[in-house]
């Protein structure tokens, strides 16, 4: 059991949304007065070494909120700041997994929030040079971000001499083209570079080589927005908060069959219970959890019996799934899982970028057998065929994480919900109690 550190009051810590609320926090004037805003830039700037700045990242144990957890400073540290020629900061705010909109809640709420935190760490890295790739279809975020940067540039905090530092900082934003395969990090590094978007092979890494060829720092929102907070507290500070290994906050958008669906920032190492049934006020009346996707569409599933698991990363490792986008997705008893799989491997088939073979072909395999078995025409061997691209999914056979989405969904299902799926394929009926329409 993780051991949670910090204040655990009804008042949780707030690290990003503390001032969320405040009217017009998205202009430069408010979050300036109101929320400290660019305090940690100038304190970066004038009286932190960028060692420094990327020690105290390190110190705080910051994790990536985008999705693999990686850490943060630790990533840092692989770009070489003093390598010749041009280095980049390219932030992914695609944000096109499902279940997910958390970036959005930061880029509609205070905006100068990410331009302070990427402004922190191009100066950390070396890169003179930032790039926001941003979900195409976020009109409203896209237009707020836009006029954050150039409040930003008017006011000196991006361009030629910020804060009066010798040291020019420019930030770019690139509107992506709808493909949910962008989100993954090489992929959009190639989008970005006008190519089709498909993964890369790696090494070299995007630390090495990435944006045309030159080391690049790729991102979330989240994360980067976390970095002011790190800066003007110290990373000892940050790394008090959540669990050892999982220190800090995150933000979880709860969505599905929950009374108050919204965003929630949630100090690490809390309960799945406290999240659905507290904050998110549990399933509608009469109705209990029946799984739940912990972070995103991509995290295998959890039973209604494991909702006392533990929002860390490492908890959620030891049941078998992962913290991923923090998009926990709620089904109540009304739903069929076998329905919701389907569902789901239909949009992994149609967004697979078709490069990798296990991918292209498993996905397409996994929807056709679905379809025979809600037809009423599943057998033995439908779960057997199921089971079989399910692993010929996984354990990184493809060159991006979206194969292994799709086979943890049906492994995940299956493993947990085995009779259900016995009741369509070798009953050949739904014992759900509302039964939906074939997908």
Not at 73 to 99: C, L, M, Q, T
Not at 402 to 420: A, K, P
């Amino acid at each position: 059991m993780a051991e949670l550190r910090g204040s655990h009051g009804d008042q949780p810590n707030h690290i990003l949304t503390r001032w969320f609320g405040t009217p017009d926090l998205h202009k430069l004037e408010v979050y300036s007065s109101k929320a400290g805003g660019y305090t940690a830039l100038r304190k970066a700037l004038v009286d932190m070494a960028p060692a420094d700045i990327t020690n105290e990242v390190k110190t705080s144990g910051l994790r990536g909120r985008g999705g693999a957890g990686f850490a943060t400073g630790v990533k840092w540290g692989f770009i070489n700041r003093d390598a010749p020629g041009p280095k980049y900061v390219v932030i992914n705010a695609d944000e096109s997994e499902p279940g997910t909109s958390k970036d959005r809640y930061i880029l509609e709420n205070s905006p100068h929030l990410l331009v302070e935190g990427i402004l922190i760490a191009a100066y950390a890295v070396g890169a003179n040079q930032a790039w926001v790739y941003i979900r195409g279809e976020y009109d409203e975020p896209y237009r707020m971000l836009h006029e954050a940067i150039e409040e930003a540039r008017a006011k000196g905090y991006v361009g030629p001499k910020p804060l009066g530092k010798d040291y020019p900082l420019d930030i770019r934003l690139y509107r992506g083209h709808g493909a949910y395969i962008c989100g993954e990090e090489t992929a959009l590094l190639e989008s970005l570079e006008g190519k089709r978007a498909q993964p890369r092979s790696r090494p070299p890494f995007p630390a090495v080589k990435g944006a045309w060829g030159r080391p690049t720092l790729l991102n979330n929102v989240e994360t980067l927005c976390t970095v002011p907070w790190i800066v003007n507290n110290g990373g000892a500070a940050y790394a008090k908060l959540g669990t050892e290994k999982s220190p800090g906050t995150r933000l979880m958008s709860v969505s599905g069959n929950v009374r108050n669906p919204g965003v929630y920032e949630v100090e690490l190492g809390q309960t799945f219970r406290h999240v659905i049934m507290e904050l998110a006020g549990g399933p509608p009346e009469g109705r209990r959890v029946k799984v739940f996707w912990p972070g995103g569409s991509s995290a295998p599933v959890l039973p209604e019996s494991m909702l006392d698991t533990h929002t860390d990363m490492e908890a959620l490792a030891a049941a078998r799934s992962m913290g991923g986008s923090g998009g926990v997705i709620v089904m109540d008893d009304s739903h069929c899982v076998v329905r919701a799989a389907h569902r789901l491997l239909k949009f992994y088939a149609h967004e697979s970028c078709g490069k990798c073979t296990p991918c292209r072909i498993g996905q397409d395999w996994a929807v056709r057998t679905y379809e025979r078995i809600l037809a009423g025409e599943g057998s033995q061997v439908e779960l057997d065929i199921l089971q079989r691209v399910s692993d010929g999914l996984q354990n990184g056979r493809c060159l991006c994480g979206l194969g292994d989405s799709g086979g943890w969904v049906i492994d995940s299902t299956l493993r947990h919900f085995r009779e259900e799926y016995e009741d369509h394929a070798l009953r050949h009926e739904c014992n759900v109690g509302k039964v939906m329409a074939s997908a």
